[in-house]
Each structure stands twice: as C-alpha cells, then as structure tokens.
C-alpha cells in the first residue's frame, strides 16, 4: 500500500496524532532544497520567524505535498491537450447507442420489475455499498454546515442526511421482506472533505446515526491539493499554513484507497457500488432498478441521467465522444449541437441525456483504481482564495478570483472504458433529481424547490394509490411529504386508498 501512496505522490505521516516537532536541521535542509528547485521555495518565507509549533505545523504540511508533482499537474491543468470544441467537436459527438441506454420513460414494465427484483437480490445478499459525495458545505445556501445537515423546510424538518439514511433503512428492509431475512446491510461510506468531516461526524452521532448501526456508515475524507497563484506559487493561507482546497469529485478514487474503504469493500462482499452526490434530495440510493439494470448488463460503469429540458439548459451530457463514452460541458458544444433533435424523435433533442452524478460501479472496476487513478485530468477551478502576501506579511481577502483550485471529475474516467462496460439509465427527473445548489429565493434549484418536488412526489404516490390529496388555498402550499421509511418509490400505500389527505402535511406512521 505505501509504493501505491508514494505512486500517487500521497504521503501519510506514520505519526498521526502526535503532537509534531520541530525537524532536525539537516530534515529541514533537504525539504527546502526540495522546495527551492521546484521554484517553490515562498512557502518557507515566514518560517524562521514561526515558534516552534508553527514551524512543527509547516514542515509536517510541506512535508506530505510534493511541489514537483503540483508543478506537473498544474500546467497540465493550465494547459491542456487541446481539444476540439464547439462546431468541430459537434461533427465528433454521437449519442450513446441504444446496445448501452434504456430509459424508465419507454422501458417496459416487465424488464423495470425485472432490475428491481434482481436489484433487491444483490441487496439481500450483500452485495451492494453506497458512496455518498458529500464534502460540499452550503455557503451558498447561507450556512457553514456540511450540505448533508441543511433542512430545506419540509414539515418534518428533515436534513438532507436524514432523507438519504433512511432510504438505506428502507430499502434493507424491503429486500429483507422480500427473502424472508433480518440483518441485512447496505454499507454506506460518506465521504467528507476537511471542513466537513468532523461537522459530518457529529451531526451522525448526535442523530444516533438515524437508524443504521454505527458499524455501517464509515466517514472518511477525500484529499486536498494546494491552491495555487496565477503565477504558479503555492499560496499560504498562514504563515504556519499552505492553502489547501478539496481536490474535486474525482478525488473519490484515490480517496477509497487511501482511507482504505475499498479494502473494507473487499472484506465485506461487496460487487455493487452506488455512487452519488448529496444535494439531491430525491436521489434513490442503493435504488434497486438501478443495480438490477447495470448488472444486468455486466458493466463496471453505468450512469443514471435525465432528459435536458431545453437546448439552453447548462448541463454537462452523457455521449460518445472520439468513440469512447463521456461527458461534454454545456459550454463546449455549438448552439447547432445544442439543438440537433433526434432523428427517431423529431419533439426530442438529439443530445438529452444530461448527467447528474450518479453512478454505478462494479466492485471488479475499483480494484484497477492504481492502474489509473494518477492518469486522471485535473481541471482549473478560478476561486477568491485569502493568502498571505509573501511580500509583506498581510492576509489579503480578495473580492474577486485571484487562484487557482485543482480538481478532478468524477467522469473522466468514463473514457477509459470500452463501450461494452458502460451503460446509461435514463429516469424520469421528477421522480429522482432536485438539485440543492442556491440560496432559498432565487426559484431555481434552492430549498424551495427541493421541498415542492419532494411534496409533488408524495402526493402522486398517494393519488397513484387510490388516496385523495386536498389543500386549501389560503395555505398557499400543497403536497403531501412521505417518510422514506413509510415508502422507498411509491409502494406500501394501499392503506391511503379512499382516504383523504389534506396538504400540507407530513406521514410518518402507516395508517
């Protein structure tokens, strides 16, 4: 495991948590030297006036970072192969073909039943893992709080975290119901950024992990790259301090080696992995039609997606790109490319399949991750990052973007694979994508949405059960919320036929 670290330029201190010491001379000596012919030799600028738990602090950070290595990927980011884009990589793209794609709006009831019931198989014989992406804080929502924490009014005041827990409760049980067994589990790994893992952690514990067993829900962190100046400088956040910022989504891969999730996979059996973002309050995890799909193609990667809603709509597509599948941002396709519709269906975009980061992985894909993890792209993020001025020794905050954020995409692995070992589900959006991105008020992807899609939904399953759903109108909001331990996607409502719900309102209990 330490060769894999040291290929992947990760180096953990084997003396985590003790208190550091200030090096020895001739230690400090060649890290400086080290630092010095990279051009990266600022970071030591303060040091000789630091105390010693400063220079402590400083020397175990630079320490873990190699500044060749941040060199290399930065102007790889800064510059990369360049691509084709706009009208010429349009002439490149193709939908992926109908061998890899099905989708819950034309797909037959019989094959939706079919990856359900062999879904809800691999659950019960535990088979199956949840990784959740969650390293995001809600600044933009208007807390500190990890994003999982934020409660966007539902009546039963919910968090994010809540919702998503107990579908695992939910869904273990109904795989339970199904093979007449107790005991099963669905493990789900949160994986946290710096900022957000003892917050994270935290919020767990003091919700007694909202019904799953402690065992079961492993917070582990993803790593952190320096930020980096426009002219190519590590930056320091102190004196004693390198900035540092979260790596990306992508960061996920080396993440699962390095906190040894992936061995813990291993010990457990698992083969299928569900892998999702945390802002999505309508997301299924471990959604069974979405295992049942993927392994039935025996893929090792497959992606849900949702049909764009209009040319216009800045999403990032799932497609064949150079023959290979991936994702193409928004901002890279011509507005020809953006509005070409399908020749099959001439009332739907050619280019539809917008991608909302959630994913399926075989078990047997994760265990390559050191033949390729080092090889993944990092891209540049332009952010306002508060650094101190080597010049003079003053924090300076910027109001406007000033550095540079390295991050990886969780998809660029996607063109790794050959077209046989990837497949696309489309879904229906209302049923399983409600982004939380921006603060309450602005009216697109904000706490208010996310509450009225939740609702909307609730109230569908009830009409769909025989129930009638009334509000009045001086109450100014409808829809009914639904407790995922009452229902993990509509079933389990019978009980509600012929009986009259009046909105807003909130069922936790069966009837």
Request: charged share 30%; with cysteine.
């Amino acid at each position: 495991m330490e060769n894999v670290l040291e290929k992947l330029h990760l180096r953990s201190s084997k003396d985590e948590g003790v208190p550091p010491k200030e090096p020895d001379e001739h230690d400090l000596k060649e890290l400086r030297k080290h630092y010095e012919k990279a051009n990266q030799e600022q970071v030591f600028t303060f040091y000789d006036d630091l105390d010693v738990t400063g220079k402590a602090s400083l020397y175990s950070q630079l320490s873990t970072i190699n500044p060749d290595h941040i060199n290399a990927i930065t102007q790889g980011a800064l510059h990369p192969t360049k691509d084709i884009s706009g009208e010429d990589l349009g002439h490149l793209l193709k939908p992926l073909p109908e061998s890899v794609t099905a989708s819950i709006l034309d797909s037959s009831s019989e094959d939706i039943e079919s990856w359900y019931s062999s879904g809800l198989d691999l659950i019960s014989e535990g088979k199956v893992a949840v990784v959740l992406m969650a390293g995001g804080q809600g600044t933009r929502l208007g807390s500190s709080a990890p994003k999982g924490c934020f409660n966007i009014g539902l009546p039963s005041e919910k968090s994010l975290f809540q919702l998503q827990a107990e579908r695992i409760v939910k869904i273990q049980q109904l795989a339970g119901k199904k093979h007449g067994k107790k005991g099963i589990v669905v493990p789900w790994y949160v994986m946290t950024s710096g900022p957000t893992r003892n917050p994270t952690a935290n919020f767990f514990q003091e919700h007694d992990y909202f019904g799953l067993m402690k065992d079961d829900v492993i917070i582990f962190e993803q790593g952190v790259l320096p930020c980096i100046s426009d002219d190519g400088k590590i930056l320091l956040e102190t004196k004693s301090k390198v900035a540092v910022a979260p790596d990306g989504n992508g960061g996920i891969y080396q993440a699962l080696l390095t906190s040894h999730v992936r061995t813990d996979m291993r010990k457990r059996g698992i083969e299928h992995i569900h892998a999702y973002c945390v802002d999505n309050c309508l997301v299924k995890v471990a959604d069974p039609v979405f295992l049942g799909f993927a392994a039935s193609k025996d893929v090792d990667i497959a992606t849900k997606a949702v049909r764009k809603r209009s040319a216009k709509e800045p999403v990032g597509l799932i497609v064949l790109k150079n023959g290979k599948p991936g994702v193409v941002e928004y901002s890279e396709i011509d507005q020809d490319t953006a509005e070409a519709k399908d020749a099959k269906q001439p009332d739907v975009l050619k280019f539809r399949a917008a991608n909302i980061v959630n994913h399926y992985y075989s078990f047997r894909f994760l265990e390559t991750i050191e033949e390729w993890v080092h090889q993944l792209p990092h891209h540049v993020a332009r952010k306002k990052i508060p650094y101190v001025d080597t010049g003079n020794g003053e924090t300076i905050k910027p109001d406007k973007p000033n550095a540079i954020k390295l991050e990886q995409f969780v998809f660029d692995v996607f063109s790794r694979l050959e077209l046989d070992k990837f497949a696309s589900l489309e879904v229906r959006r209302e049923e399983e994508f409600s982004p939380l991105k921006n603060a309450r008020g602005t009216g697109e992807d904000d706490p208010d949405t996310s509450r009225k899609d939740i609702l909307a939904q609730g109230s569908k399953w009830i009409e769909v059960a025989g129930g009638i759903v009334v509000s009045e109108e001086e109450v100014g909001e409808t829809g009914v919320e639904i407790s995922p331990l009452i229902s993990y996607g509509g079933e389990g409502l019978d009980s509600l036929k012929g009986k009259t719900i009046k909105a807003p309102a909130v069922i936790e209990k069966e009837s």
